[in-house]
Protein backbone atom coordinates (compact mmCIF):
# COMPACT_ATOMS: atom_id res chain seq x y z
CA UNK A 1 0.00 0.00 0.00
CA UNK A 2 1.23 3.81 -0.06
CA UNK A 3 -0.03 6.69 1.50
CA UNK A 4 -0.35 10.06 0.43
CA UNK A 5 -0.18 13.35 2.01
CA UNK A 6 -0.67 16.48 0.04
CA UNK A 7 -0.16 19.94 1.89
CA UNK A 8 0.36 23.89 0.54
CA UNK A 9 -3.37 24.94 -0.46
CA UNK A 10 -4.82 27.99 0.88
CA UNK A 11 -6.37 31.08 -0.51
CA UNK A 12 -4.84 33.24 -2.84
CA UNK A 13 -5.75 36.14 -5.10
CA UNK A 14 -6.33 36.07 -8.72
CA UNK A 15 -3.33 36.10 -10.74
CA UNK A 16 -1.63 34.77 -7.62
CA UNK A 17 0.57 31.08 -6.96
CA UNK A 18 0.61 28.16 -4.97
CA UNK A 19 2.82 25.33 -4.88
CA UNK A 20 1.14 21.81 -3.91
CA UNK A 21 3.55 19.52 -2.52
CA UNK A 22 2.82 15.67 -1.90
CA UNK A 23 4.91 12.87 0.08
CA UNK A 24 4.21 9.26 -0.78
CA UNK A 25 4.84 6.46 2.16
CA UNK A 26 5.03 2.78 1.81
CA UNK A 27 5.40 0.73 -0.46
CA UNK A 28 7.42 2.81 -2.55
CA UNK A 29 8.91 0.26 -5.07
CA UNK A 30 5.42 -0.06 -6.71
CA UNK A 31 5.17 3.63 -7.37
CA UNK A 32 4.51 4.41 -10.91
CA UNK A 33 2.94 7.19 -12.04
CA UNK A 34 2.31 10.66 -10.16
CA UNK A 35 -0.45 12.93 -10.61
CA UNK A 36 -2.87 15.72 -9.55
CA UNK A 37 -6.74 15.95 -9.84
CA UNK A 38 -9.34 18.82 -8.41
CA UNK A 39 -12.45 18.63 -7.64
CA UNK A 40 -14.62 21.51 -7.39
CA UNK A 41 -18.20 21.49 -6.08
CA UNK A 42 -20.86 19.48 -7.48
CA UNK A 43 -18.08 18.68 -10.22
CA UNK A 44 -16.42 15.29 -11.21
CA UNK A 45 -12.37 15.23 -10.25
CA UNK A 46 -10.28 15.91 -12.71
CA UNK A 47 -6.81 15.13 -13.84
CA UNK A 48 -4.56 18.26 -13.48
CA UNK A 49 -1.67 17.22 -14.89
CA UNK A 50 0.81 13.76 -13.81
CA UNK A 51 4.11 12.82 -14.25
CA UNK A 52 6.18 9.57 -14.86
CA UNK A 53 8.80 8.29 -13.46
CA UNK A 54 10.81 9.45 -16.28
CA UNK A 55 9.63 13.08 -15.78
CA UNK A 56 7.27 12.92 -19.10
CA UNK A 57 4.47 15.29 -18.29
CA UNK A 58 0.89 15.45 -19.37
CA UNK A 59 -1.03 18.95 -18.79
CA UNK A 60 -5.15 19.25 -18.91
CA UNK A 61 -5.81 22.54 -21.63
CA UNK A 62 -6.80 24.84 -19.13
CA UNK A 63 -3.82 24.80 -16.97
CA UNK A 64 -1.34 24.39 -19.65
CA UNK A 65 1.73 27.42 -19.42
CA UNK A 66 0.15 27.84 -15.89
CA UNK A 67 0.89 24.98 -13.94
CA UNK A 68 4.32 22.76 -13.61
CA UNK A 69 3.88 19.56 -12.08
CA UNK A 70 7.32 18.00 -11.22
CA UNK A 71 8.73 14.93 -8.75
CA UNK A 72 11.63 14.00 -7.14
CA UNK A 73 12.11 9.77 -7.17
CA UNK A 74 14.63 9.97 -4.23
CA UNK A 75 12.73 11.65 -1.83
CA UNK A 76 8.98 10.40 -2.61
CA UNK A 77 7.86 13.81 -3.17
CA UNK A 78 5.29 15.18 -5.72
CA UNK A 79 5.43 19.08 -6.78
CA UNK A 80 2.53 20.92 -8.84
CA UNK A 81 3.60 24.73 -9.02
CA UNK A 82 0.52 26.71 -9.97
CA UNK A 83 1.03 30.69 -11.24
CA UNK A 84 -1.37 32.83 -12.84
CA UNK A 85 -4.24 31.06 -10.24
CA UNK A 86 -8.12 32.06 -11.65
CA UNK A 87 -11.31 31.87 -9.74
CA UNK A 88 -12.26 28.65 -12.08
CA UNK A 89 -9.03 26.74 -10.51
CA UNK A 90 -10.98 27.11 -7.62
CA UNK A 91 -11.29 23.47 -5.89
CA UNK A 92 -9.59 20.57 -3.62
CA UNK A 93 -6.92 19.28 -5.41
CA UNK A 94 -5.73 15.40 -4.23
CA UNK A 95 -2.56 13.61 -5.20
CA UNK A 96 -2.46 10.31 -6.62
CA UNK A 97 -0.36 7.80 -7.75
CA UNK A 98 -0.55 4.20 -9.57
CA UNK A 99 1.33 0.94 -9.73
CA UNK A 100 3.86 0.99 -12.18
CA UNK A 101 2.13 -0.97 -15.54
CA UNK A 102 -1.04 0.32 -14.01
CA UNK A 103 -3.69 2.04 -16.29
CA UNK A 104 -5.83 3.15 -13.01
CA UNK A 105 -4.82 5.61 -10.17
CA UNK A 106 -5.48 3.99 -7.18
CA UNK A 107 -3.88 6.15 -4.03
CA UNK A 108 -4.76 8.72 -2.96
CA UNK A 109 -4.30 11.61 -0.47
CA UNK A 110 -6.72 13.24 1.45
CA UNK A 111 -6.85 16.51 -0.57
CA UNK A 112 -5.74 20.15 -0.08
CA UNK A 113 -8.14 23.13 -0.97
CA UNK A 114 -6.45 25.68 -2.85
CA UNK A 115 -9.29 29.05 -3.13
CA UNK A 116 -8.62 31.45 -5.77
CA UNK A 117 -10.96 34.99 -5.05
CA UNK A 118 -11.42 37.44 -8.13
Known amino acids: QVQLVESGGGLVQAGGSLRLSCVAS????????MGWYHQAPGKQRELVADITRGGNTNYADSVKGRFTISRDNAKNWVYLQMNNLRPEDTAVYYC????????????WGQGTQVTVSS
Open 26 to 33: GSMLIIGN
Open 96 to 107: TTRRRGGGVYEF
